[in-house]
């Protein structure tokens, strides 16, 4: 089981919102900036967001992230079908003394 | 433009030591903006982070892995290694190699490709 709790799995029409949740504990989110990484199929994970809603250079403004207290959340808009990937988040875990990250929700674009 | 590349066997017995190397070019590990870490990700299944250096030589590591796991590094080829003991079915995974940020935010901002390491015999 991983430390962050997210959906296995999401959904969306092209041109709708989606929001991506991630769950964790006053020693990890609750405390600590979180990071988002995206995975196209068969490829390595690419940094999304960092610092809970920054964007590194390349990555589109309908990316967004956010946190409330022991949480945190991705929010796509204007999806596109190349946004079906599996996304990740990450943060360093107090308690463990380690990075932790979410099993990774798999979002499909109908 | 950084690049990393993870080269190793892709089948290793259980028992025996798994051994990686990553090799990185367009950048240097004499940096204080970065650490260089090793991520892992058994099939269909999510990430794991196995341990990461910084240039003056200090690591740290996973607490579940640590007892079995040693970085290796030669800045001369700009190569970094790692090593992981007494492997079983469960290590069998894709093994990423990335650079990551020093800080509290410690993203992982340049990975390899990833190479699959399956352990059977």
């Known amino acids: 089981h991983s430390v962050l709790t997210q959906p296995p799995s999401a959904s969306g029409t092209p041109g709708q919102r989606a929001t991506l949740s991630c769950s964790g504990s006053s020693s990890n989110i609750g405390n600590n900036p979180v990071n988002w990484y995206q995975q196209l199929p068969g490829t390595a994970p690419k940094l999304l967001l960092y610092?809970?809603?920054q964007r590194p250079s390349g990555v589109p403004d309908r990316f967004s992230g956010s946190k409330s207290g022991t949480s945190a959340s991705l929010a796509i808009s204007g999806l596109q079908s190349e946004d079906e990937a599996g996304y990740y988040c990450?943060?360093?875990?107090?308690?463990?003394?380690?990075?932790?990250f979410g099993g990774g929700t798999k979002l499909t674009v109908l | 433009q950084l690049h990393l590349q993870e080269s190793g066997p892709g089948l290793v017995k259980p028992s025996e030591t798994l051994s990686l190397t990553c090799t990185v070019s367009?950048?240097?590990?004499?940096?204080?903006?970065?650490?260089w870490g090793w991520i892992r990700q058994p099939p269909g299944k999510g990430l794991e982070w196995i341990a990461s250096f910084y240039y003056s030589g200090s690591t740290y590591y996973n607490p579940s892995l640590k007892s079995r796991v040693t970085i290796f590094v030669d800045t001369s080829k700009n190569q970094f290694s790692l090593n992981l003991n007494s492997v079983t079915a469960t290590d069998t995974a894709v093994y990423y190699c990335?650079?990551?940020?020093?800080?509290?935010?410690?993203?992982?901002?340049?990975w390899g490709q990833g190479t699959l390491v399956t352990v059977s015999s």
């Open positions: 990335a650079r990551q940020r020093v800080g509290s935010d410690g993203f992982f901002d340049n």
């Open positions: 610092n809970y809603n």
């Open positions: 990450a943060a360093w875990d107090d308690s463990l003394n380690a990075w932790v």
């Open positions: 367009g950048g240097s590990f004499n940096s204080r903006t970065y650490y």
